[in-house]
Each structure stands twice: as C-alpha cells, then as structure tokens.
Nanobody
Framework: QAHLEESGGGSVQAGDSLTLSCVVS????????MGWFRQASGTEREFVST????????KYADSVKGRFTTYRDNDKNTVYLQMNNLQPEDTAVYYC???????????????WGQGTKVTVSS
C-alpha cells in the first residue's frame, strides 16, 4: 500500500510561484501515473494535472495550462507541481494521487495524500 505526502503549500501573492512536492513510499512509484487535484472551499475536487510513469504523457486542466508544470523524479519517488503566475482562483487544498492508469478522473486513483493548502492573495 502506497503512502503519499505532499509539501510545499503556503500563502503567496498573485503572480508568485510555488512548487509542490509529493513523495510516495510503500509502493512501486515508477509504475504509477501520478495526478494532482485541488479542492477549493465549498467546491468539489477538480483535476489539475496528470503524468504517466515514464513522463511521456502529461495532461493539464485548461485553467492551469501554460502556468503549471508537473514532472517527476522516479529515483526520488517524487512528483512535483510547479505553479507560476498564481492567481486567487488557484487557492485550494492540493492533493496528489497515484494510479496504475493514466487518467484525469479521480475515480481512477487509488491512493491519495493528505493535501497541502495553497492560498493566493490579490
């Protein structure tokens, strides 16, 4: 059973950047596709990005395309979400998740982290 732990959240100003990290233990990280999702207060969790085990396939939500970049280091069992030009609407709890299927649907993800909060002020 995999354990996922996110870090790197915080409070920033609009236009700033943050990089989130997600370390995976207890599983075969190099076999997993990894996803990032977020949930703003009072809303449903939404897809942000997903990266295949080999990094050959990456997909982003339209709302973050061109501003966010996801990448992974299989030697470090870590996936990252680099977030540039953050906006107040990016304020949310960000979750990483793992799946054996490359997917933008949270229903396909088996293991989840506890989340890390990102707050963007205007």
């Amino acid at each position: 059973q995999a354990h996922l732990e996110e870090s790197g959240g915080g409070s920033v100003q609009a236009g700033d950047s943050l990089t989130l990290s997600c370390v995976v233990s207890g599983g075969m990280f190099s076999r997993y596709a990894m996803g990032w999702f977020r949930q703003a207060s009072g809303t449903e969790r939404e897809f942000v990005s997903t990266i295949s085990w080999s990094s050959a396939s990456i997909k982003y939500a339209d709302s973050v395309k061109g501003r966010f970049t996801t990448y992974r280091d299989n030697d470090k069992n870590t996936v990252y979400l680099q977030m540039n030009n953050l906006q107040p609407e990016d304020t949310a709890v960000y979750y990483c998740a793992s799946t054996l299927l490359w997917s933008d649907s949270e229903k396909e993800y088996d293991y989840w982290g506890q989340g890390t909060k990102v707050t963007v002020s205007s």
